[in-house]
């Protein structure tokens, strides 16, 4: 309904090259992936081509090394460019999270040698990962997985079902988690399986309430052989390795959660500024200019956030909580801000003619992944009070 460009984000970079950065994924955002958007979400396409892009732009391993063709870029960066990719279209947001989050394990714990052999394809050969630690039984209690790898002289034998696997049944590599010992967290080991290894195949994709061009299926192991070449760490050091991994990945999950909620503040200015209810743009009534005040400082807040925790990463300082504390903040105030966005466009909000409502339906699932909110709630308060039952 209206022309009005809503103003780029203020941020604060460390570098004159970190802003030319910004600057180039704003402009691919904003020529890539927004104008297609609505509509490859309402097919349920995934944009494969614009992953493409952004691999030979080099924004697919910017956390990691240049020596293996990532961008050597801080976290505090990484988590803007997620917040600008995550405003023009979440499936490409989210996208990008996990595909980092498949590479971590690899990038910090494999050997030289490992990371010379599969970081470069990873980082910047155009490849896409997932990551498969949840189960159809095991979500919250991830600990509990069931999924089994047998040693069989230099091969490992892959057996079990891998549940709400983002890029499932396209990605080109999966980081997996499965269980080499014991019952509980110390009998997990983590793998780099191929998508394309004999045994390896997913179910139909889920069908989803938002993020419907954003695959997610459950990734089934049929006796799956991969060497001993392609665990990742130690024999039983998987769990740790994979609760490490969603540390950094709960930041990228707030970043998008910023990102989008941000798209949906724009979005619902540019209709109160246009909209004219009484002779008056319905933005000069009070109890509107209230709701867009609250949204914008909730994703000013949510933006801080996310950025000091990035920042304690950056300084090599404990995280956890604070990425647990952004991941809760930030998730929740994208549900309140694109749902106060359906307000403000009030009818309109509630059709597909705007883009608000599927804000609303996407930013529900950021309270859902990688660690509900419910869980981060736990984590929170063991830092802050211990752990139970002491």
Partial sequence: MSDRDPQPVERQLPTEEARDLLALVREIAQREIAPTAAEEEEAGRFPREVFTLLSRSGLLGLPYGAEYGGGDQPYEVYLQVLEELAMARLTVGIGVSVHTLASYALATYGTKQQQVEHLPAMLGGGLLGAYCLSEPSSGSDAASLRTKAV??????????????????????????????????????????????????????????????????????????????????????????????????????????????????????????????????????????????????????????????????????????????????????????????????????????????????????????VEGTNQIQRMVIARHVAGPEGR
């Fill in 151 to 368: 040693r069989e002289g230099e091969e490992w034998v892959l057996n079990g079902t891998k549940a709400w696997i983002t890029h499932g049944g396209i990605a080109d590599f999966y980081t997996v988690m499965a269980r080499t010992g014991e019952d509980g967290p110390r009998g997990i080991t983590a793998f780099l399986v191929p998508g394309d290894t004999p045994g390896l195949g997913a179910a139909v994709p889920e069908k989803k309430m938002g993020l419907k061009g954003s695959p997610t299926a459950q990734v089934h192991l049929d006796g799956v052989r991969i060497g001993d070449d392609r665990r990742i760490g130690d024999e039983g050091q998987g769990f740790s390795i994979a609760l490490s991994a969603l540390d950094s990945g709960r930041l990228g999950i707030a970043a998008c959660a910023i990102g989008l909620a941000q798209a949906a503040l724009d979005q619902a200015v540019a209709y109160a500024t246009e909209r004219r209810q009484f002779g008056r743009p319905v933005a000069d009534f009070q109890g509107l200019r209230f709701m867009i005040a609250d949204m914008a400082t909730q994703i000013e807040a949510g933006r801080a956030l996310y950025l000091a925790a990035a920042r304690l990463r950056d300084a090599g300082k404990p995280f956890a909580r604070q990425a647990a504390m952004a991941k809760l903040h930030c998730s929740d105030t994208a549900m309140k801000v694109t749902t106060d966005a359906v307000q403000i466009l009030g009818g309109y909000g509630y059709t597909a003619d705007f883009p608000a409502e599927r804000y609303m339906r996407e930013a529900k699932v950021l309270q859902i």
